[in-house]
C-alpha cells in the first residue's frame, strides 16, 4: 500500500474534531514521508520505499485505535471545558439580571409556593453539571494517567448533557409560564439574554452529540474486532 492510500484509509477510519484528527493524519503522513525518503536515500525506488515504510508504520487496525482514542478524549475535553465555563455564566448572567431589573413586590406575593423550590433546584442542576464538566476536564488531562476507560467519561458527559438540557428547558419554562407576570426584565436584556442562553445549548448539544458518536463508533469497532 502507498502512503496515500493509507493516509486515506486512516482518515476515514477516525472520528472526531476537524482540527485534531487533521493534525493527527497530517503527523501519520509526515512520519511516512521521513521513513520513505531515508529508504529511498538508501536505494529503494520511491514505490518500494513507501510500501516499506507503510509496513514498519503499523496495520491500520493498531494504530488507528490510539488514536480515535486521542481524538475520543479531546472531544471529552472539549465538552468538559464548554459545560465548565458556559453554564456559571449563564447563571451569573441570568442573576445578574434579575438584580437589575428586580420583580415588583406583588410578584413575590402572588408567587406558588413551587417557585422558589424549582428556581433553587434549576441552579443546583445547571452548577452541578458545570461542576461535572470541570471534573471531566480534569480527569481526561491531567487525570488521564489514572482513568482506564477515559472514552466512558467522554460518553457520560454527552449522556449527561442531553438529560440535562431537557430538564433544565422544562424547569426554565416552568418558572417563566407557572406564575403571573413574571417577566419584568427590558426586552433588549431579555433577548440577549436568551440569544446567549440558546447559542450556548446549541453548542453543548453539538458537542454532546459528538461524543456519544464517537463513543458509539469506538464500541461498535471494538466489537467488530472482536469477532
Known sequence: MRIDDYVA?????????????RDLVVEARDSLEDTAVALEAEGLDRAAAERQAVEEFG??????????????????????????????????MWSALWRLYPPEQHVYATQPGWFQPVSRLLDVAQL???LYGGLALFALSRGARWIRRPHLVTRSLGVLVWAMLPVTGALSLSLSMGVDDPNTLDVLPTILANLVTCGLWGMQAYCATRCLRITRSRRTAGAARSR
Not at 16 to 21: A, L, R, V
Not at 65 to 92: H, K, M
Open 128 to 130: 452541578a453539571t458545570g
Open 59 to 92: 496495520e491500520l487496525t493498531e494504530i488507528a485505535p490510539g488514536y480515535q482514542s486521542e481524538l475520543t478524549a479531546v472531544a471529552g475535553r472539549r465538552l468538559g471545558l464548554l459545560l465548565f465555563i458556559s453554564i456559571p455564566i449563564t447563571v451569573l
Open 9 to 21: 484509509d486512516l482518515e476515514r477510519t477516525l472520528t472526531g474534531p476537524y482540527g485534531p484528527k
